[in-house]
Structures are given as structure tokens and as C-alpha cells.
């Protein structure tokens, strides 16, 4: 996928359920700010009042949707999601970090509900195309899913739509952020996500500042 040019990064944290992904995101960002960067943090689907309201209904709304509405209603809140809050953050230089986003769609409505059938992924990366914005670096935290299962279960609370799915969607959702692990090396870094929150927390700061290091080298 094409890079989007811009002053700042975008880094994007990844995964199924159960990784942590929520209090990573909130982790590395207070820890490249206190390293001194400016960072915004966010999260898909969500990031502005009208990205929100579809997460809100994608998520816990009674309704169902066809497959092409359920993608394209994710594709409508990432794309207010970039126009009013990622592209402008990073225009002003500033590291976005964000919870879910397009790889998620690929593996969630693509391989979840879209069992990888040709034509859903198809039409995934169409929109995707349209959309753009893609990330500079993506950090997928895997788990297995029977781990995934038991800290969902030890969370309690109220269940999403995708949480509540049966393990078969689960497993193929794992293997949609695999296969898209396995199409672009250059950006996506697999990081385990069963080991204990400081040990996860400590491999993404390590794999980030590897690679911001790395930029402020090529600049």
C-alpha cells in the first residue's frame, strides 16, 4: 500500500480481542511523551463525534447490516476520522498513535465476516484505495485465541458485536491480520501479546523507538 507523505508518523496498534490494544496505545503514547514528542492518541472506529456515533451502532446497535454497508459504514468513520483529526495531527508534525484501523477492517470484515471470500476482500481494498491514509508502522499484537477467549471472560462487562462472535470468527480474524502481516513486512512488526502488560509494553516502545531512531537517521 502507498505511504501517505506528511511531517509526523502514524503508528497503529493491531490485533484480535483480548490484547491489550486499548491500554497499549494510552501506555506508548504517555511514554513518548515523556520523552519529549508530541502525540496524538486515538482510536477506530471513532475519533470524532460522527466516527463515534458509527462505532456506537456498528458495535452495540440492534440492527444488521449487509456486508457492503457494514464496510463501507467503517470506511465513513475512518475517512472523518483522517480528515478531521489524523491529517491535521500529523500535518503539524505530531506522532499519531491509534487503535484499530484499516488492517483491522481487512481482518474483521474480511476474514470474519467476509470468510476471505474474493469479492469482500476485493471490495475492502478498493475502499481502502479511495480512502488512503495508510500508517507508517503497524505493531499487531497476537494472541491465541483461547487466551484471548479467558481475559474477555475475566474483563466481564458488556460484550460488542465482534466480541460476542463464536471462536471460529475469532481464529479467522487472526488469520486476516497474518496474511496482511505476511503482504507488507516493511510496515507491520508482530509483537506477542500473552506476556505480562510490562513486557508487551516495553517490546513496543523498543520496536517504535528503533524506528523513529531510524527516521531521524534518513531525515
Not at 490484547?19 to 475519533?47: F, I
Not at 470468510?115 to 491465541?144: C, M, S, Y
Amino acid at each position: 500500500m502507498r505511504r501517505s507523505k506528511h511531517p509526523g508518523i502514524f503508528i497503529t496498534l493491531e490485533g484480535g480481542e483480548g490484547g491489550g490494544k486499548t491500554t497499549q496505545s494510552h501506555l506508548l503514547s504517555e511514554r513518548l511523551r515523556a520523552d519529549g514528542w508530541r502525540v496524538y492518541q486515538t482510536r477506530e472506529p471513532g475519533g470524532t463525534p460522527a466516527a463515534e456515533a458509527l462505532r456506537n451502532l456498528l458495535l452495540f446497535g440492534e440492527a444488521e447490516f449487509c456486508w457492503q454497508a457494514e464496510i463501507m459504514a467503517h470506511m465513513a468513520a475512518r475517512a472523518d476520522h483522517l480528515a478531521k483529526v489524523i491529517h491535521p495531527a500529523l500535518a503539524e508534525g505530531q506522532i499519531v498513535v491509534c487503535d484499530r484501523y484499516h488492517d483491522s477492517t481487512w481482518a474483521y470484515q474480511g476474514y470474519g465476516i467476509g470468510q476471505k471470500k474474493p469479492e469482500v476482500l476485493a471490495f475492502i481494498n478498493a475502499l481502502r484505495q479511495l480512502v488512503g491514509g495508510e500508517p507508517d508502522l503497524t505493531l499487531w499484537l497476537d494472541l491465541p485465541c483461547e487466551v484471548a477467549h479467558k481475559r474477555i471472560a475475566q474483563r466481564g462487562g458488556k460484550l460488542d458485536r465482534y466480541e460476542g462472535q463464536q471462536a471460529a470468527f475469532h481464529e479467522r480474524v487472526r488469520e486476516g491480520f497474518q496474511a496482511m502481516a505476511e503482504c507488507d513486512l516493511e510496515r507491520i512488526v508482530r509483537v506477542d501479546a500473552e506476556p505480562s502488560e510490562a513486557e508487551v509494553q516495553a517490546r513496543l516502545y523498543e520496536v517504535v523507538t528503533q524506528y523513529l531512531a531510524q527516521k531521524r537517521g534518513a531525515s
